[in-house]
T-cell receptor, first 116, second 115 residues
Framework: GAVVSQHPSRVICKSGTSVKIECRSL??????MFWYRQFPKQSLMLMAT?????????EQGVEKDKFLINHASLTLSTLTVTSAHPEDSSFYIC????????????FGEGSWLTVV | SQQGEEDPQALSIQEGENATMNCSYK?????LQWYRQNSGRGLVHLIL?????REKHSGRLRVTLDTSKKSSSLLITASRAADTASYFC???????????????FGTGTQLKVEL
């Protein structure tokens, strides 16, 4: 079964609104989670590193005020896309490493965001 | 961009044939991993090869790593229609600050296995 869960799997929102995506590690604690974005038929691009109890670390070119990341507990990180625009429509995927599995990385099932 | 390159971008083969995908990367690494992604879905980890390893097998998968050339290959033997998916290599770099597991993905190969 899944060890990293994302919710929602699909969401449609109107331009200018905000949408929150959750990433949960189901049976392990994750001090660090990662958020990626993937456009159709393209590869995954790392957006940011989510650190439990501290600020996220953003990759170059990713607007931290637009993509708010909160890692308030050891099993939950959230990505909020603020003031969404159609160009933010994409597939967002999170990942976390589980130390008990030799730091194997598990990915969530991803969240499709469509901004209309 | 530090993103790795994969080739071919797309590969179409007949069931039973072998499929080979290549990956090149740019920086020194701790390990290189291969993932599979079905259309519109999350990623499934296939195999990890460490920087001090040259070859690794898992079932019908064979991965090679040449750190001098900064390249890796994934071979799927006796392919099946169910192997149809996108395949990505991903590298974990050196000197990461706390947290590890930060991956840089290649551009991916779309594999289609036809009956």
């Amino acid at each position: 079964g899944a060890v990293v869960s994302q919710h929602p799997s699909r969401v449609i929102c109107k331009s200018g609104t905000s949408v929150k995506i959750e990433c949960r590690s189901l049976d392990f604690q994750a001090t660090t989670m990662f958020w990626y974005r993937q456009f159709p038929k393209q590869s995954l691009m790392l957006m940011a590193t989510s650190n439990e109890g501290s600020k996220a670390t953003y990759e170059q070119g990713v607007e931290k005020d637009k993509f708010l990341i909160n890692h308030a507990s050891l099993t939950l990180s959230t990505l909020t896309v603020t003031s969404a625009h159609p160009e933010d429509s994409s597939f967002y995927i999170c990942s976390a490493g589980r130390r008990s599995s030799g730091n194997t990385i598990y990915f969530g099932e991803g969240s499709w965001l469509t901004v209309v | 961009s530090q993103q790795g390159e994969e080739d071919p971008q797309a590969l179409s083969i007949q069931e039973g044939e072998n499929a080979t995908m290549n990956c090149s990367y740019k920086t020194s690494i701790n390990n290189l991993q291969w993932y599979r992604q079905n259309s519109g879905r999350g990623l499934v980890h296939l195999i990890l090869i460490r920087s001090n390893e040259r070859e690794k097998h898992s079932g019908r998968l064979r991965v090679t790593l040449d750190t001098s050339k900064k390249s890796s290959s994934l071979l799927i033997t006796a392919s099946r229609a169910a192997d149809t998916a996108s395949y990505f290599c991903a590298t974990e770099g050196l000197g990461l600050t706390g947290g590890g597991n930060k991956l840089t993905f290649g551009t991916g190969t779309q594999l289609k296995v036809e009956l």
